[in-house]
């Protein structure tokens, strides 16, 4: 059982990841992209049981974000993975997640 507040964190995270990755696996990139939006819904939830003064700062730059993100997306160019098909498959996908993942966890795989 997870002792830490960090660990707990990580546990949720974790089961959005695993949610995500298989939506992935099935090429069902709209589900996946529902659990993303789930997850960050349920750490923002929890963060405002726990502090809500600083949730409500974070929920106002989320939205911002997410707005700006939304604004810009008719013209967005994906970064494909090496080799990926016009019509990218399963595994392209989790591909493509993964790499963004990992770059912004520190990690920049490119």
């Known amino acids: 059982m997870a002792s830490s507040a960090a660990?707990?964190?990580g546990n949720r995270v974790g089961k959005g990841q695993r949610a995500i990755e298989a939506a992935l696996a099935e090429a069902n990139a709209s589900e996946?992209?529902?659990e993303?939006?789930?997850?960050l819904r349920s750490a923002w939830a929890h963060m405002a049981r726990q502090r809500p003064g600083d949730a409500a700062i974070a929920a106002a730059q989320l939205a911002g974000s997410?707005?700006?993100?939304?604004a810009k997306l008719h013209a967005?160019?994906?970064v494909r993975p090496d080799g990926c098909p016009q019509v990218p498959g399963p595994a392209d996908l989790l591909t493509a997640y993964?790499?963004?993942?990992q770059?912004?966890?520190?990690?920049d795989s490119r």
């Open 32 to 34: 996946a992209l529902a």
């Open 76 to 78: 967005h160019k994906p």
């Open 103 to 107: 770059a912004a966890q520190g990690g």
């Open 98 to 101: 993964r790499e963004v993942l």
């Open 36 to 39: 993303a939006t789930r997850a």
């Open 66 to 70: 997410i707005t700006a993100t939304a």
């Open 7 to 9: 660990d707990r964190a």
